[in-house]
Structures are given as C-alpha cells and as structure tokens.
C-alpha cells in the first residue's frame, strides 16, 4: 500500500491534557503537512513542514520531522473538545504526489 | 472569502451511468487535485492538473477521467461508477511554483461530494 502509517489509530483523552499522533512515511519528501478533518468534510490543513525543517509551532500545533526516520509527530497542548477529529499527515514529493497516512481518530472528553 | 467549491453536495447514480462532480476555486491557485475517500480510510489522490497540465496517478482507473478548461473549474468525470466507486470525493488546490527549487505549499480543500451509487 500508498498509504502512510500514523498512530495511534484511536486516542481519547481528557480536555486540557496533550495529545500526541505519529506519522511514517516511505519516500523522501520535498514537505509533510497535517490536515484535521471533521467528520463528513472537507480537511483543513494546520501546518506544513519542509523536508529542511525539523520544528515547527502554530499556536497550541508543534510538529517534529525526522527524516532520517521518515517520521514526524503531531502534538496538540491543552486540547478542547473542539479538537475532537480525525487528523492526517501528508508526505509530498516531487511531482505533486501526495500521500495520506492512514490518519488518526481523536476524541477529546470535556 | 476565497474559497474551494464542490457541487453538489451529494450525487446519487445508477450502476455504469455516467456522472459528473465539479470544482471550482477562487483562490486563483495552479494546482488542482482530486482525491477519492472512502469511508474511513486516507484521501487517495486520482490526479491533479498544474496549470493545463494533466497528471494521472499510476493506479487510477481509467474509469475517472478530469477536464479542467479554465483556471477556476475542474470536472471529475466517472465514466461508468460501479459500487466500488462509491466515496467521497474531495477537490483541493494548491500554489506551487519554482524558486531555484520546487516549491509545494499547502492544499486548500473543499467540503467534498459524496457519491452514492445504486
């Protein structure tokens, strides 16, 4: 399969605690963006990291690339219930390719 | 506001009737992208267009086909939709350049169209 890997698959947890997705990835990339898609909708996109970048803030958003792993991590702080979603990272390489991990479903308990 | 348009919202066809979803953007990006989303799973990209140039992806059945005769309009066009076909289907663009070296940036998506097939 295409398809990257995230985990977890699943995670709850309680309003106000972190939350921390991971994402793997097969190829090497030009950048890694994450998107949050609520569900039955469109994705909306939250960060992007370039392949030279290895951190990246955005509000209560702090993403990691490691490209020698192939590997970057989500970390939301202090979640709502807001955040409650499914979120993606998306590997792109030249040629506009774009690769989807599996995504991982959040669910944060108020 | 800028945005990224599906029409319609939900499409319902008959087994092999031909259908088709449109896109159109605002936001007077180059890239256009088409993803099909089956439930629960990850986007899959069909192809995308950088500016009138088309680009399928290896796996895509030739069943999909994309016109897109302007900036701001793309079209998917299934064919012949069998019951596997049926998904989401989400349009995304894109502002993608070179400066010295390629320079992918961020998808905006549309809320998707969702196609049944009975």
């Known amino acids: 399969s295409q398809q990257g890997e995230e985990d977890p698959q699943a995670l709850s947890i309680q309003e106000g605690e972190n939350a921390t997705m991971n994402c793997s990835y097969k190829t090497s990339i030009n950048n890694l963006q994450w998107y949050r898609q609520n569900s039955g909708r469109g994705l909306v996109h939250l960060i992007l990291i370039r392949s030279n970048e290895r951190e990246k803030h955005s509000g209560r958003l702090r993403v990691t690339l490691d490209t020698s792993k192939k590997s970057s991590s989500l970390l939301i702080t202090a979640s709502r219930a807001a955040d409650t979603a499914s979120y993606f990272c998306a590997s792109v390489t030249g040629g506009f390719k774009t690769i989807f991990g599996a995504g991982t479903r959040l669910f944060v308990k108020a | 506001d800028a945005m990224v348009i599906q029409n319609p919202r939900y499409q319902v066809t008959q087994f092999g009737k031909p259908v088709t979803l449109s896109c159109s953007q605002t936001l007077n990006h180059n890239v256009m992208y088409w993803y099909q989303q089956k439930s629960s799973q990850a986007p899959k990209l069909l192809f995308h267009y950088y500016d009138k140039d088309f680009n399928n992806e290896a796996d895509t059945p030739d069943n999909f086909q994309s016109r897109r005769p302007n900036t701001s309009f793309c079209f998917l066009d299934i064919r012949s939709p069998g019951l596997g076909d049926a998904a989401m289907y989400l349009c995304?663009?894109?502002?993608?350049?070179?400066?010295?070296?390629?320079?992918?940036?961020?998808?905006?998506f549309g809320p998707g169209t969702r196609l049944t097939v009975l």
């Open positions: 995304a663009t894109s502002r993608a350049g070179t400066s010295g070296r390629w320079l992918y940036n961020e998808q905006f």
